[in-house]
C-alpha cells in the first residue's frame, strides 16, 4: 500500500543534458502528468530556475499566526486548485554529471531552491563522486546510466521523487493531523481504497478536505470528484441533520436502509431556487471500507473559484506548449 500524501497535483520536470539526442528522445515517454523542460546547458537552466519566482509550498498556507500561536487550517488546500500556476512548481532537476561548461553537482549546488530533488545521471567512473554527494545531501537520488534500459527507468525514478517532494510538505500536515483520533488519513484500508478510486477516476491532483472530510479529486480535463469519509458517528449526524431539516419521508428511509451518505453543500433553509429542495441528488452510494464510510460525488457543488478552462491541467499544458 502507497501511502497517499495529503494533496498532489502535477509539477514540472527538469532535465539538463548535453546530449540533444537524450533530451530529443524523453517527449514519447513523458508520462501524461509530467511537464518537461529540457535544457541542453547548465547556464539555461540555472537562468529558467531564477525567473520562475514560485509561491511558497502549498502547505505553508495551512498555518499561520494568531494570538501569538501557530494555528493549522486544512480547508486551505483545495484552495490551490483553482491557482493555474500550481502546475509551474518544479518538484525534479534530472541532471547529467559529465557536461562540458559545469559538472552536475557544480550544477546542483546553485540551485537555490532547497525543496526541488536532484536526480544525476551519472557514468560509470563518477559513482563515488555521486555517493558523496549524496551523503552529503547535495542530490537525493543518482543513477548509472549503465544501468537505465529504457526512458521509461528514469521516469520511475522520478515518480518516486515526486511523491517525496510533496511527502516533505506532507509530513508537516500529517503531524497536525495526528491528535485527531477520527481522522481517516493514515488507516490502511481507506488508503487503499482512495488508491483506487483515483485510478477510476483518472485523477492527476488531489486535496485533502476537512469539511466533510475527504479528498477533492480532479482530472486532466479539470472535470472534480469529491471523495466523502465519515465515520459512523459521522454519518449518524449527517442523517440526523437531514431529518432535522426537514428531508422528505422517503429520503429519511434511504438513509435509514444505510449504504447511502447526505452530502448537503447548501443548507435547505439557504436555498433559493424557485424549485422544492432537490433532497434526492443530496443522495450518494456509500461503501463501508473498514470503520469508515466512503461516497463517491461526481460534479459535487463548488464553494471556491474554480474555473476548468483556465484552471485544470489540460488548459496549463496547451497554454504552457
Known amino acids: ?38 535544457f541542453f546547458t547548465p547556464e539555461s537552466a540555472l537562468k529558467w530556475l531564477s525567473t520562475l519566482n514560485p509561491r511558497p509550498p502549498l502547505a505553508y498556507d495551512c498555518f499561520y499566526h ?7 487550517d486544512l480547508a486551505a488546500l483545495e484552495q490551490e486548485i483553482k491557482l493555474a500556476d500550481r502546475f509551474r512548481r518544479v518538484s525534479v532537476l534530472v541532471v547529467d554529471y559529465a557536461m562540458p561548461t559545469m559538472d552536475g553537482l557544480e550544477f546542483c549546488a546553485q540551485v537555490e531552491d532547497p525543496d526541488i530533488c536532484k ?35 528514469i521516469f520511475a525514478h522520478i515518480e518516486i521523487l515526486q511523491r517525496r517532494y510533496f511527502g516533505q510538505f ?11 483520533a477520527s481522522q481517516f488519513h ?39 470528484t469529491r471523495i466523502v469519509v465519515l465515520s459512523d458517528a459521522e454519518l449518524r449526524v449527517e442523517i440526523a441533520k437531514c431529518r432535522d431539516q426537514g428531508a422528505p419521508a422517503k429520503v429519511q428511509q434511504a438513509l435509514a436502509r444505510g449504504n447511502t451518505m447526505p452530502f448537503l453543500m447548501e443548507e435547505p433553509q439557504d ?25 463517491v460525488v461526481s460534479n459535487p457543488p463548488a464553494d471556491i473559484d474554480f474555473d476548468q478552462a483556465s484552471s485544470s491541467y489540460a488548459a496549463f499544458v496547451a497554454q504552457d506548449s
Open 271 to 295: 436555498y433559493l431556487g424557485s424549485e422544492p429542495y432537490p433532497w434526492d441528488e443530496v443522495l450518494n452510494p456509500a461503501e463501508r471500507v473498514g470503520d469508515w464510510w466512503v461516497a
Open 1 to 38: 500500500m502507497s501511502v497517499l500524501v495529503p494533496y498532489y497535483h502535477p509539477t514540472t520536470v527538469g532535465f539538463i543534458d548535453d546530449n540533444i539526442r537524450f533530451l530529443e528522445s524523453l517527449a514519447p515517454h513523458t508520462p501524461d502528468a509530467v511537464t518537461a523542460r529540457n
Open 119 to 153: 536526480l544525476l545521471l551519472t557514468g560509470v567512473a563518477d559513482e563515488k563522486v555521486a555517493v558523496a554527494a549524496f551523503n552529503q545531501g547535495l542530490i537525493h537520488r543518482y543513477v548509472p546510466k549503465a544501468t537505465i534500459r529504457n526512458v521509461a527507468d
Open 186 to 224: 493514515w488507516i490502511s484500508q481507506v488508503q487503499d481504497n482512495l488508491s483506487k478510486l483515483l485510478r477510476q477516476h483518472e485523477a492527476v491532483e488531489y486535496y485533502l478536505l476537512s469539511q466533510p472530510r475527504g479528498y477533492l479529486l480532479a482530472d486532466r480535463q479539470g472535470k472534480t
Open 66 to 72: 494568531e494570538d501569538g500561536f501557530i494555528r493549522f
Open 170 to 180: 506532507g509530513d508537516r500536515i500529517s503531524a497536525s493531523l495526528a491528535t485527531d
